[in-house]
């Protein structure tokens, strides 16, 4: 009679080979040959691979491995283990908080200075989230001062600690800026006019003089409008967050010489408003 | 050493986990590897003097049209 263990190895040798996933650790070029260490933590030298399905094996790239007529060969990249890191979140306050603001006199004569404020760290949360865009209505002039009617155009700034704020060698899947559309006024202070976030990049280090002048090549973007008590996450382009981690901008600003775009949008409250407006959402996974 | 998947090396598993080096010829995604990403998953890596982040390669751009001038209330 057969024994189990006999039978056992008869059906072994029965099956065929199964295709297998490994790492290449080193490429031969000159003998057309690959190392492999495959997910068991074996490793198998001199293996040939499919040059035309797979024409430049590199160390490092996941592979699979098939058998062939003559032996195993190395027959394509395979897809990268998905790796389960969890995303982690971390919300920043503005390190700066550029408010500007310039009176536009409705009679032609001169405008008046721009920038005016610089909060950061010192200053309380609701300063450093203050943000405001848009041209405002005329506003009643001074006929004693003999000043007359005037509009104001505004602009915000903002500088955040982006690379400080994530773990050296993480990898920022999202980065975004919370808004809530405090006041609007169009037609009138506090109206319901829906308002549409108008997005740009800058890069002032330090309170800016004159009109603002926005980074070229990033923005405006104008996002979705909202209205009073809306919040809006908005999604900072990838291209941007390079271009911040490089220092190439300095942070985003919102601007529009447009009295249908004029608004509030976010500041903390100073009731305890903790939804994180005017602060930046950051997401993203690894790091030391 | 073996010449079969069955079989384990423990110089070149060894050598699987060591740090890749990096010189001035070393190809972007080698230098990628060596920074521990994967040259798959990320889209941009900036290097300064105190940290090394990445921008994923799924970075969910913003669905908004760039606008190529300022807005103005005829918008």
Redesign the interface.
Known sequence: MTSPAAIRRMVAQMLPAQP?F??I??VDTGQQLV????ED???????SWASSAYPSP???DRVS?VPHTTG?LVVSKAT?RP?LVPDQQVLVLPSHNYGGEQEIPTDGSAPGAWWWADTDATDSDFSRTFIEQG?SDAQAGDTEGHRPPYNYLHATALTYPL??S?????????VQIILRCSSTFAGGSGSAHPV?P?MYAHTYTALPSGAPAWAPGY??????TFIIGEIQV?????AW??AW??STIAGIGF???????DAFFSHQDSDGDDSGTGQLLITYS??S | ?????????DD??Q??TDP?PVDNTT?P??VL?A????P?????V?I?S???????A?????P????PE????A?
Not at chain 2, 1 to 9: I, L, N
Request: proline share 11%; hydrophobic share 40%; glycine share 8%.
């Open positions: 297998r490994g790492f650790t080193a190392t492999v260490a495959f933590g074996s490793t198998t030298t001199s293996l590199a160390v490092g491995v195993w990268p790796v041209l690379a400080a994530v773990p050296s060698g993480a990898t920022i899947s999202q549409a108008i923005g405006p973007i104008r996002f979705p908005l999604t900072v382009p990838a967050v390079t981690l490089a601007y529009a010489p447009a009295t249908s775009l690894g790091g | 050493m073996t010449d079969t998947p069955d079989g384990a090396s070149t598993a050598a699987a890749t190809p995604v080698d590897r920074l521990g990403f994967d798959d998953t990320v889209r941009s900036v300064t105190t940290s090394v982040v990445a921008v994923a799924d970075y969910p751009d913003p908004v049209p760039a606008q300022e807005p103005t209330d918008d």
